[in-house]
């Protein structure tokens, strides 16, 4: 006997179909994705271990499954699961994975290689911003102590960075969307960036694209989402022309967490503001107070989509000059 029947699946009938594979795949895929849990997965029953063990390994546990499904074009965010299972590995590392550290397989060795892998894939990735680029990789290299690869991708981030306009151009849903604020743009990268640019540097810049760009009001400042605003571009000339590009003209100015006033501040605001040198910088907005508590679950108002629901930093906030 070559093998035993009773442990395997037995053969059926149906002929080979590359779309049906394609669909179980996807089936695997989908499960896969809804039963993660922070880095890890239960375990199956087949596996011979404890149910109530979640296992960080290459060979059994978080990092086999997230390079598979990375793999296999999986929606999930690979590089904040495999910081979540190098965490975890090296808070409460769980049965043979504790004895065996070095292990490619069972230690900390196959965890890190995957998030090595995960990093160095993304250092090009043409959005350029945090969401789906590298400044978001980068954040989670530095935090897994991966120095060399954080390093390889802050080269080609600041390799990118315009220094004509103090910004970056993203390539991000089919248009060209140059943004200002931390969910896609220029405060995350900078942010990405600190301890790889000198803060001279840095700082410069940030004053620089902050009082350009800063829209003044009764003692209080807004910034537009991104350099191909109205007010900004056309009028500063701020965004480069004739590339035959579609580029995203916004027409509304919000209190919002990801693009508009508070957004720049906090990524920026330790490299802006230095002792000694605060009364320097051209500009130094101050988080006033928050305004309107109940918009934080929701719309900014009515009639306008809602964006990120529950995140408690999506908030209005007034800014004052100073």
């Not at 978080?62 to 495999?82: E, F, N, P």
């Not at 509304?252 to 230095?274: I, M, T």
């Not at 907005?285 to 305004?291: G, N, Y």
């Amino acid at each position: 006997m070559l093998w035993r029947p009773e442990e395997h699946e037995p053969l059926t009938g149906q002929e080979w179909d590359p779309d049906t594979a394609r669909e179980a795949i996807a089936e695997i895929v989908t499960d896969a994705e809804a039963a993660a849990e922070h880095g890890t997965w239960p375990n199956h029953p087949l596996d011979e271990v404890a149910q109530d063990e979640r296992l960080c390994s290459l060979y059994l546990g978080g990092a086999g499954m997230i390079w598979g499904l990375y793999k296999l074009g999986s929606s999930i965010d690979v590089t904040a699961a495999i910081g979540a299972t190098l965490e975890r590995y090296r808070a409460s590392p769980a049965g043979e994975e504790a004895e065996h550290p070095s292990s490619l397989l069972l230690g900390e060795t196959g965890i890190v290689a995957v998030a090595q892998k995960l990093v160095r894939a993304n250092r090009e990735h043409e959005t350029w911003e945090l969401l789906f680029g590298s400044p978001g990789t980068m954040i989670a290299a530095r935090a897994c102590g991966l120095d060399h690869e954080w390093r390889e991708s802050a080269a080609l981030l600041y390799e990118h960075w315009d220094p004509s306009t103090d910004m970056w151009t993203h390539d991000l849903y089919g248009e060209i969307r140059p943004f200002i604020g931390a969910g896609h743009g220029f405060a995350s990268n900078v942010h990405a960036l600190r301890g790889f640019v000198d803060d001279d540097v840095l700082r410069a810049r940030v004053t620089r694209l902050l009082t350009r760009t800063a829209h003044h009001e009764d003692g209080l400042a807004n910034w537009p989402p991104d350099m191909a605003s109205r007010s900004v571009a056309q009028r500063r000339g701020a965004v480069p022309r004739n590339r035959g590009q579609r580029v995203r003209i916004p027409e509304a100015l919000r209190a919002h967490w990801r693009h508009d006033l508070a957004s720049p501040r906090p990524p920026v605001r330790d490299a802006r503001d230095r002792p000694g040198r605060a009364r320097q910088a051209a500009l130094r907005p101050r988080a006033l107070h928050v305004v309107d508590r109940r918009h934080r679950r929701g719309a900014v108002c009515e009639g306008m989509p809602r964006c990120r629901p529950g995140v408690p930093d999506h908030r209005h906030v007034l800014v004052r000059d100073c």
